[in-house]
């Protein structure tokens, strides 16, 4: 079968062409199911469900923080646990966005960026605003069909108070 130049160069533009939007497509399904398995930790996280968090953070999980101090999922519950006791706050919000998520096989990449605002009391006794962005990036590991959060690397943190920056270091959002 022969081809002229031109049909030679449709079949060359449509390969590129595919070649360029599959990994796009493929990036797009990948930041969507993992957006949707953060939104599976929060709710966990949000209700203290031992066992939906446990659907989604893989038991050996370890968290870094941005100073480099290593905790494991256990310790990082009991924080929690201690947060939670505080008084509950009614403007707080947290969002989890995927920035990018990346597969390879059984393991996958994922940047991501938590924003958190809410009021706090400080030290001086006043109503504080209070906003954090803070990015990370996280190893998931799919164990049978579920992936699994298995490592978090923060990178990058800001945390304001009533608008004026009071800790910033590594990466921003």
Not at 59 to 79: A, C, F, H, K, L
Not at 81 to 91: C, E, G, I, T, V
Request: net charge negative; charged share 25%.
């Amino acid at each position: 079968m022969s081809f002229t130049l031109r049909q030679a160069s449709l079949i060359a533009g449509t390969f590129a062409t595919v070649a360029l939007v599959a990994p796009a497509q493929a990036q797009d399904e990948a930041k969507t199911m993992f957006q949707t398995r953060y939104a599976e930790l929060r709710a966990g996280m949000e209700a203290r469900d031992a066992a939906a968090i446990g659907k989604v953070m893989a038991p050996e999980y370890q968290v870094t923080d941005i100073r480099g101090e290593t905790r494991n999922g256990s310790e990082m519950m009991q924080r929690m646990a201690q947060m939670a006791a505080r008084a509950p706050d009614p403007s707080r919000k947290v969002e989890t966005k995927v920035l990018s998520a990346t597969i390879a096989g059984d393991s996958a990449t994922v940047e991501q960026q938590l924003v958190a605002s809410g009021k706090r009391t400080g030290d001086d006794g006043e109503e504080h605003t209070m906003d954090m962005v803070m990015t990370s990036t996280d190893t998931w590991a799919k164990r049978g069909d579920a992936w699994m959060l298995v490592k978090s690397v923060q990178t990058g943190m800001t945390v304001k108070r009533d608008g004026e920056v009071f800790f910033s270091e590594g990466k921003q959002g």
